[in-house]
């Protein structure tokens, strides 16, 4: 069988899809040889893990993306699995932010994890964006953050400028003067960063991932009456359908908490 390394070094994707590509497939050889799936055994793999729908055809489209790549027929080629709606994903709540800050007082680097807290919480930012800030794209003055994030096109990438409030500002300015330097304004990993918050979680008795900073920092903005372009421009939605997604409900509990205070 060929080399699954060769494959992903020859796959003509983003880094991010090759680092999500590889990890599928690496999971999937703990069974099976990837010419060796046949449809059935693919789909007994995937429901015997409980893999949410996205998650079964992220696998599916990495293990046919490699079959492609090896040039024989196969029957695994074939199968399709329709895409379902989803479930709102979860997302933070103003208090759940705050105990994580927090729990964030009691680490080991407590600087560093309440800017990563804030900074998620403001910009909207994805773990890719956070992960690959550069220092030199913080201007603490001006409250800015330049990420490098996902081209409009979905091809190659584009420079986009976030902003921050003068809570985040002052925490970054705390987290800078210990930074230990490099190029990155935050050096750990995606993984890094993921185990992070599932040790956070895990002292106020919550699952929280970095993304669930994403759908509750935007909707908590929606909440507050914030125009829904500021926002989507804050975040990066080019769609109002992919945006509504994040922040469904939102604006029900905005008209809520106006009719209570009303009363």
Known sequence: MKDRA????????EETTKRTYGYMLSYLETVHALDEYTTQSFLDFVRARGWANPTARLALAALKAYLRWLGAPHPMLDLRIPKRQSQPGRRLTLEQRDNLLQAAERTYNP????????????????????TEARLDGVNLKQRELVVLT???????RQWELKRFSPETAAALQAWLDKHPGGERLFPLTRDGLACLFKRLGRHVGLRVSPHDFRRGGASYQVERGVPDRLVMKQGGWRSHEVFERYTIGAELRALDELLWNAQ
Request: glycine share 6%; aromatic share 12%.
């Open 111 to 130: 600087e560093r994890d309440q800017a990563i807290i804030r900074v998620l919480w403001d910009t909207f930012v994805r773990s890719f964006e956070l």
């Open 6 to 13: 060769l494959f992903l070094r020859q796959l003509n994707a």
């Open 150 to 156: 996902k081209a409009a096109n979905g091809k190659g």
